[in-house]
Nanobody, 115 residues
Framework: QVQLVESGGGLVQPGGSLSLSCAAS????????MNWYRQAPGKQRELVAG???????NYADSVKGRFTISRDNAKNTVYLQMNSLKPEDTAVYYC?????????WGQGTQVTVSS
C-alpha cells in the first residue's frame, strides 16, 4: 500500500518560514521523481517544486529564491523549506511521487500565511 504523508503545515506570519516533510512508504522511493504542488481556494493545483531521482530541482517562478526542495532517500522523505513566506503562498500543499505511469499523491497539508 502506497502512502505519502505530509507534515509541517500551519499558520505563519508574512516573512516567516515553514518546513514541510513528506514521508513515503510502499514505493521504491529512490527511483521516483518527487514534487510539491499547492492549491489555493478557487484556483487550480500548481507545481511548486520538483526534484528528480538524481537530485535535479526545478521551481515555479513565484517561489524561486524562497523555497528549497530536497530529498533524503535513506529516510524515504522529501522536504520543502519555505522562507520569506507571503500571503499568496497560502494553500494546501500536496506531495506527489511519479515514475512513468505510477503517480501517487498525499492528502495535503494546509499552509496559511497571515498576520
Amino acid at each position: 500500500q502506497v502512502q505519502l504523508v505530509e507534515s509541517g503545515g500551519g499558520l505563519v506570519q508574512p516573512g516567516g518560514s515553514l518546513s514541510l516533510s513528506c514521508a513515503a512508504s510502499g514505493i521504491s522511493f529512490s527511483i521516483y521523481g518527487m514534487n510539491w504542488y499547492r492549491q489555493a481556494p478557487g484556483k487550480q493545483r500548481e507545481l511548486v517544486a520538483g526534484i528528480t531521482r538524481v537530485g535535479i530541482t526545478n521551481y515555479a517562478d513565484s517561489v524561486k529564491g524562497r523555497f528549497t526542495i530536497s530529498r533524503d532517500n535513506a529516510k524515504n522523505t522529501v522536504y520543502l523549506q519555505m522562507n520569506s513566506l507571503k500571503p499568496e503562498d497560502t494553500a494546501v500543499y500536496y506531495c506527489n511521487a511519479i515514475f512513468y505511469q505510477y503517480d501517487y499523491w498525499g492528502q495535503g497539508t494546509q499552509v496559511t500565511v497571515s498576520s
